[in-house]
Structure formats: structure tokens, C-alpha cells
């Protein structure tokens, strides 16, 4: 069983920065990608950004292109979004995922593996 726990949300003004991170622990830890997703009230669950986790390619949904950046820790099992120039939109629980058999990256039902998340918000 993988276990995923975030970290690093709060709040923050419109155009500041924010860091988080996903640490990872189980015996079976051994995924294919990692991703973050974000979900808003009220609307659909976002694919935000992913990473392979033996390469690390990286991938971004249109919204955030250019101003987050995901990476990961092979030895620490950690995956970390930084996130820059925030924006009121941006505002969403974060939520880290993982999977062992890769398939359409932005799709959550890709993902068997989900933390609890954590909220941020951004103010104007």
C-alpha cells in the first residue's frame, strides 16, 4: 500500500509563490508517473502537472504552463510543485497521485494512489 502525504499550502497574495511537496512511503513504492491535480468547489478535478518518476519527463496542463514547475526525489520519494506568479484561479485542494501503469496522464482515473490533499488560496 503507498501511502502520500502534501504538504506546503496555504494562503497567498495574487503574483507570490508557493511550494509543495508530496512525500511517499510504503513497501510496494515504485511508480511509473507522479502527478498533482487540483480540485476548486464546485468543479471537476484538474491534471496540473506529472512526472515520470525513472526519467522525469514532465508534463503541464495549459493553465500552468510556464509558471509551475514539478520535480521529484528518487532517493527521498518526494514530488514538489513549485508554484509561481499565483493567480485567484489558482485557488483549488492540491491533491498528489501516483500510479504504476501510465496511461492518459491528465485523466485522474489514471491514478491509484491519492493523498488527502492541501488547500491553497490565493487573494487579490
Known amino acids: 500500500q503507498v501511502q502520500l502525504v502534501e504538504s506546503g499550502g496555504g494562503l497567498v497574495q495574487a503574483g507570490g509563490s508557493l511550494r509543495l511537496s508530496c512525500a511517499a512511503s510504503g513497501r510496494t513504492f515504485s511508480p511509473a508517473v507522479m502527478a498533482w491535480f487540483r480540485q476548486a468547489p464546485g468543479k471537476e478535478r484538474e491534471f496540473v502537472a506529472a512526472i515520470t518518476w525513472r526519467v522525469g519527463n514532465t508534463y503541464y496542463g495549459d493553465s500552468v504552463k510556464g509558471r509551475f514547475t514539478i520535480s521529484r526525489d528518487n532517493v527521498k520519494n518526494t514530488v514538489d510543485l513549485q508554484m509561481n506568479s499565483l493567480k485567484t484561479e489558482d485557488t483549488a485542494v492540491y491533491y498528489c497521485?501516483?500510479?504504476?501503469?501510465?496511461?492518459?496522464?491528465?485523466?485522474?482515473?489514471?491514478?491509484?494512489?491519492w493523498g488527502q490533499g492541501t488547500q491553497v488560496t490565493v487573494s487579490s
Open positions: 497521485a501516483a500510479t504504476r501503469r501510465p496511461g492518459i496522464l491528465p485523466h485522474p482515473g489514471t491514478y491509484n494512489s
